[in-house]
């Protein structure tokens, strides 16, 4: 976007179906950063309002940069990213709209049935959010609909059979139990094994406690704390998934699967995938456990939905956002819809 852009330039929303923002389950953390709601933006499109979901928190683009607090906040898109934007926006006194252009809310976290079968329209396992430590608990409890749903633990994250592993092994859940089945299986890797669920408990904690932003530091000692566990963070920052399992395990692809065989949740690629992504992630699994939402996802994303309305907020389905207006600034100053805008 050019610095000398006219007094009202207009940012076209993406093409693709802007309410079907991944809704990505347990990667709950893929942004590191937090912010407070002093400085949360007044529009979020529906990616950003998806990163601030995925973060714990609502976060403008370094694109847009900060948008300043005004009395009208707005979401283009009604996946989990925008609803839970639109209800912290709402919550905070601001009136609040979100457009969805599909006939109900939800986007990707949605159900519809076939007969007497309710399905699933995509895999929505994540990380409990019960836990202080998840990234989720904070933002759905500001939110208020941590409660709103019910949610069934998994049990074990997943067993792998076949391949380099060989006979099944089951992963459980828990730092502790994971490291013994490892150990059981695997006990020539012992160091590996120790180095890797280590880094990754000390990433997915520390991130956790740090994505309650400024309120992670009234206890200054937690904090700190937090901040103390990035270490590993910060040594491996630019490596892949695949970087840091060769280094712990060098060419022992059967443990690699072993811890691993969830990567389709992910990416498909250990070359190209972040380690630090992936360790966030799997240590949430780890750490709190897998959660399913009884009923499907599309209970949360109704919940979320009630959450804006009864703020005072709205939210109108079969309507499209066309285009996102900015001031002189780059900031989102309006948001044009179906021919019509309004002011931010």
């Known amino acids: ?108 976290a949605s159900t519809y049935k076939a007969g007497d079968l309710v399905i699933e329209a995509a895999l929505h396992e994540t990380s409990d959010p019960h836990d202080p430590c998840d990234p989720k608990h904070d933002v759905l409890a500001r939110a208020g609909v941590l409660d709103a749903v019910e949610w069934v633990p998994t049990g074990g994250l997943y067993e792998v059979r076949g391949g380099p592993v060989g006979a099944p092994f089951g992963l459980p ?71 840091v399992f060769s280094r712990a395990f060098g060419d022992n692809e059967a443990i690699k699967c072993a811890l691993a065989a969830n990567l389709a949740y992910y990416h498909d690629d250990p070359d190209t995938l972040w380690w630090v992504f992936f360790a966030l992630a799997q240590g949430g699994y780890l750490g709190s456990g897998g959660r399913f939402i009884r009923g499907g996802s599309q209970r949360l994303s109704s919940a979320l939905a009630r959450a804006v309305k009864t703020a005072g907020g709205d939210v109108q389905v079969r309507r499209r956002g066309t285009a996102i207006r900015l001031d002189r600034n780059g900031r989102a100053s309006r948001m044009a819809k179906c021919g019509l805008q309004f002011h931010i």
Request: glycine fraction near 16%.
């Open 173 to 243: 859940e828990g730092f502790a139990a994971a490291r013994a089945a490892l150990l059981a299986r695997f006990p020539a890797a012992g160091a590996g094994i120790a180095t890797i669920l280590g880094d990754a408990e000390r990433i997915a904690t520390g991130l956790g406690v740090l994505s309650r932003g400024r309120a992670a530091f009234r206890d200054p000692r937690e904090g700190a704390a937090a901040l103390i566990k990035l270490g590993p963070l910060v040594r491996d920052w630019r490596r892949s998934l695949s970087e």
């Open 1 to 108: 976007m050019p610095d000398n852009r006219s007094r009202h330039s207009s940012m076209p929303l993406p093409s693709g179906n802007q309410s079907s923002c991944t809704a990505t389950s347990g990667l709950t953390a893929a942004i590191l950063g937090t912010a407070a709601m002093g400085s949360m933006p007044s529009l979020l499109t529906g990616a950003q309002a998806n990163l601030a979901y995925l973060s714990g928190a609502a976060l403008p683009s370094p694109a847009l940069g900060p948008i300043g607090l005004g009395p009208v906040g707005g979401t283009p898109g009604s996946g989990l990213g925008g609803l839970t934007a639109a209800a912290l926006l709402a919550r905070a006194g601001r009136r609040t709209l979100v457009l969805e252009r599909s006939n109900s809310v939800g986007g990707a």
